[in-house]
């Protein structure tokens, strides 16, 4: 079974910051939180992963809580093309073969 | 990011034929690999672990004589729906490890498949 917990589905307006959030409360010291997100009929696209410090790249924002059972992805500027299912996983990094298990994720409509 | 292929990127085939579908890493050596199907509407579910040189792993519930997983290289893996139904009719997405540090995982397009 998937170890994070996601809304079902989100709204956001085009151009606004789209805060996406995870409940991981078993998450254990050695796991890293990492996004994903599907796009309609496509493969999943890897967006972002931390372990305890924020993380930011040209896609997203991570903020994790100082307990790590909890984290939020930010999308800071919301588009169109943004539209998609968002992922939220947990999982060791460094082991091979660490195999990723899907939740149901969050679904996040983009309005314009 | 490392880039993974599949194909075909759909097919459509009779009841009772058997698939083909590939899974390549075209810029990396990918030691592990694996496979997911998912229904429409549905989250992923994994399928297997493909590793190579070796047998594969599947998961709970996937029988191995139908979903017939081979990695016979470290950039190829390939998943055979034999004697396909209906039922089978689903999106193949493989995914691929890079190894290292990071060790991330990166997914191909996926594999509509259509059984008749």
């Known amino acids: 079974d998937a170890k994070t917990t996601q809304p079902t589905s989100m709204d956001c307006a085009e151009g606004r910051a789209a805060n996406l959030p995870c409940n991981h409360s078993?998450?254990?010291?050695?796991?890293?939180v990492y996004w994903y997100r599907q796009i309609h009929s496509q493969g999943p696209q890897y967006i972002i992963h931390g372990l305890k410090n924020n993380e930011t790249n040209e896609m997203a924002s991570l903020i994790i809580t100082e307990d790590r059972k909890s984290s939020t992805l930010i999308l800071p500027h919301a588009t169109l093309r943004d539209t998609a299912v968002y992922y939220c996983i947990v999982r060791v990094a460094e082991n091979r073969d660490d195999k990723i298990i899907f939740g149901k994720g969050t679904r996040l409509h983009i309005l314009p | 990011g490392a880039v993974v292929s599949q194909h075909p990127s759909w097919v459509i085939c009779k009841s009772g034929t058997s698939v083909k579908i590939e899974c390549r890493s075209l810029d990396f050596q990918a030691t592990t690999m694996f496979w997911y199907r998912q229904f429409p509407k549905q989250s992923l579910m994994l399928m297997a672990t493909s590793n190579e040189g070796s047998k594969a792993t599947y998961e709970q519930g996937v029988e191995k004589d139908k979903f017939l997983i081979n990695h016979a290289s470290l950039t190829l893996s390939t998943l055979t729906v034999t004697s396909a139904h209906p039922e089978d009719s689903s999106f193949y997405i493989c995914?691929?490890?890079?190894?290292?540090?990071?060790?991330?995982?990166?997914f191909g397009p996926g594999t509509r498949l259509t059984v008749l």
């Open positions: 078993t998450i254990s010291g050695n796991e890293y």
């Open positions: 995914s691929a490890e890079t190894g290292g540090a990071g060790n991330e995982q990166f």
